[in-house]
């Protein structure tokens, strides 16, 4: 499909890739992941920012939304993800796949941080539904 923004959508992209700390601060279906990956793939493939991206996300939308939002959009062909849900064997297979986007559930962060240790190869995370992360006891 072709992604044809507003003007919000492409003013969010740019802060998003101009500010190393961002947030995307829009309501319920307003495009904040199809602007998200606009800026992932803007920093991947074109201004060479970036080289490896991990986004963390409820269980759900790990599963499901990012990869499909991907497919989705004619202007991220060329992005490669993998998603690092389920069992352990399916999230080391996730992560062999070395793709330009990782995405994991917030549950499986720790695992994460454990499996990886020293050798993050990822350098930006963004955080889906960060109101999630509120509780004081997170890991």
Do not use: C
């Not at 970036?50 to 991220?76: C, N, Q």
């Not at 190869?121 to 509120?134: N, T």
């Amino acid at each position: 499909m072709r992604y044809e923004p507003h003007d919000y959508q492409r003013q969010a992209t740019a802060f998003v890739e101009d500010h190393p700390h961002a947030a995307i601060l829009l309501g319920m279906g307003l495009g904040k992941t199809v602007i998200t990956l606009t800026a992932i793939w803007n920093l991947l493939l074109d201004s060479f920012q970036a080289r490896r991206v991990l986004i963390v996300a409820p269980l759900r939308v790990a599963r499901d939304t990012w990869s499909t939002e991907v497919a989705k959009w004619d202007h991220l062909a060329g992005l490669t993800i993998a998603v690092a849900v389920g069992s352990k064997a399916q999230r080391l297979d996730a992560l062999a796949a070395e793709a330009m986007v990782t995405v994991i559930n917030r549950e499986n962060v720790p695992w994460l941080v454990r499996h990886l240790g020293n050798t993050w190869p990822f350098d930006m995370v963004v955080i889906d539904e960060l109101s999630s992360f509120k509780n004081h006891r997170a890991h």
